[in-house]
């Protein structure tokens, strides 16, 4: 026998009001999604800034890729382990740890 004055509505209304409820503070708190069209144009991110490589450090930036793989080729005899990274803006990052950034930065310095 269904109830004519309306009070099996309440439970859904108090459901939804303590979603939305939560929902706000959570907003006010600043927890809205991150990830936007503008940053992750594939809809995947990893990292919260563009250029973050997470462990590594970039030891010398150029626009050549050729220069790129020459200051990898003179870290890699000195004992550096070191990678490239194409940046958002075409640039090529030459990337290395960051205990070894300081010494490969003297030496990509010194060319």
């Not at 939804?16 to 940053?39: C, D, I, K, Y």
């Not at 550096?80 to 990052?93: E, F, L, M, Q, Y």
């Amino acid at each position: 026998m269904a109830t004519s004055d309306g009070w099996y509505l309440i439970g859904p209304l108090i459901a939804v009001g303590l979603v939305g409820f939560l929902g706000a503070v959570f907003w006010r708190m600043g927890l809205q999604p991150t990830v936007t069209s503008e940053t992750a144009p594939d809809g995947l991110t990893i990292f919260g800034e563009p250029d973050d490589y997470g462990l590594l450090w970039p030891a010398a930036v150029t626009d050549e890729t050729e220069v790129a793989d020459e200051i990898r080729r003179l870290l890699s005899d000195a004992g550096i382990r070191a990678t490239k990274a194409t940046r958002r803006d075409g640039r090529v990052s030459v990337l290395v740890f960051s205990e070894e950034v300081e010494e490969a930065r003297r030496l990509v310095a010194s060319l």
